[in-house]
């Protein structure tokens, strides 16, 4: 079965600096990878996804994220973090072979003035 | 566009009594999923369906029941809550090609 690791639980970035939000999965087929963000008290907003086209994938608010079929990752970035990046981030895999949609643990992301 | 609408918002429940979580999509995707969401777990699934007459389990599955009569709904049930059903239910909806649409979510509590 399909799954992700999320590698961190928390990550406190300076604002204005750059954000690294690590993801890994475990897949034996091509999967489907999708960044969601969950603001407090909010629903989930997709981020961006990768589908098997570019390895660089581009999302909104400045975020991007690259495939490494080598390295079985799937990090999320941002040149410059803004206090309205505060929240809650998850790494998202789809199996092709039962279209299961399996969430990692989370990673809150924390902006320090 | 509504776009994935759950029923109700809150719920407060006792301990054995049974209910009903409506979610109701208008995108007409195939597939539906339900999630709980609880502290440091992440969104686990419970039940999802892909299709019509479908329904399959999901990482969580056990005290839920789902069915999906029509296309555009999906209903999870809870035939006799416990405590540990306490939680913020989502449910989703998606085609084979698109990312998941998520509903705000059903805040549970059972007491």
Redesign the interface.
């Known amino acids: 079965a399909q799954s992700v690791t999320?590698l961190d639980?928390h990550v406190s970035v300076s604002e204005g600096t750059p954000v690294l939000l690590r993801c890994n999965y475990s897949s034996s087929y091509s999967p489907s990878l999708?960044w969601?963000v969950q603001h407090p008290n909010k629903?989930?907003q997709?981020l961006l996804?990768y589908?098997s086209a570019a390895t660089l994938v581009k999302g909104i608010n400045g975020f991007e994220a690259e495939f490494k079929k080598s390295e079985t990752s799937f990090h999320l970035t941002k040149p410059s973090a803004h206090m309205s990046d505060a929240a809650e981030y998850?790494c998202?895999v789809r199996d092709p072979r039962?279209?299961?949609?399996?969430?990692?643990?989370?990673t809150r992301l924390h902006i320090l003035p | 566009n509504a776009g994935v609408t759950q029923t109700p918002k809150f719920r407060v429940l006792k301990t054995g009594q049974s209910m009903t979580l409506l979610c109701a999509q208008d995108m007409n995707h195939e597939y539906m999923y339900w999630y709980r969401q609880d502290p440091g777990m992440g969104l686990r699934l419970i039940h999802y369906s892909v299709g019509e007459g479908t329904t399959a389990k999901g990482e969580v599955p056990d005290g839920y029941n789902v069915s999906r009569l029509k296309k555009q709904n999906f209903l999870l049930g809870l035939e006799s809550a416990a405590p540990s059903q306490t939680s913020v239910y989502f449910c989703a909806s998606s085609t084979s090609i698109v990312a998941a649409f998520f509903g705000q979510g059903t805040r549970l509590t059972v007491v």
């Open positions: 999320q639980s999708f969601y629903g989930l997709l996804k589908t998850f998202v039962d279209d299961k949609i399996i969430f990692g643990k989370g």
